[in-house]
């Protein structure tokens, strides 16, 4: 999962709700650039949430998909934020001043299709789900 853009689901107002969002990788972690003052940013304080990427090759014969649920916080670390900030992670909103947050101790689970082994009968190649 090397980053790119993905979808965050969280609790807003004790219903659920999915935003989708620009990710990096920050050693095993996923890093997300957020806005201070946006929904997103209350909602990701400290929650568990649940975050999902997935690709598909251009030929429509390979993809992945990949399901992270972890604990989420803003990153404040001196160290970790300036590595944040190195990241190719451009912010999608106006705020002057971003944060981030990162989704750790998750647990992982995910999935490789390959269309000539579905269409083979063969199942999914399933990543039986892992803590890091």
Known sequence: ????????????SALPAIFPIRYAMLDDDIVLRISPEGLLHAA???????????????????????????????????????????LSLAA?????????????????????YNRAEVLAGQPPHPNRGSTP
């Open 44 to 86: 990701l304080a400290g929650a568990v949430v649940a975050f999902e990427a997935d690709a598909v090759d251009s030929s429509l014969t390979h993809a992945w998909s990949v399901l992270v649920v972890g604990r989420s916080h803003v990153i404040t670390d001196r160290d970790a934020l300036a590595a944040a900030g190195q």
């Open 1 to 12: 999962m090397p980053g790119g853009i993905g979808r965050v689901a969280v609790s807003v």
């Open 92 to 112: 999608w909103g106006k705020a002057r001043h971003d944060v981030f947050s990162r989704i750790s101790d998750g647990r992982i689970s995910g999935r490789a």
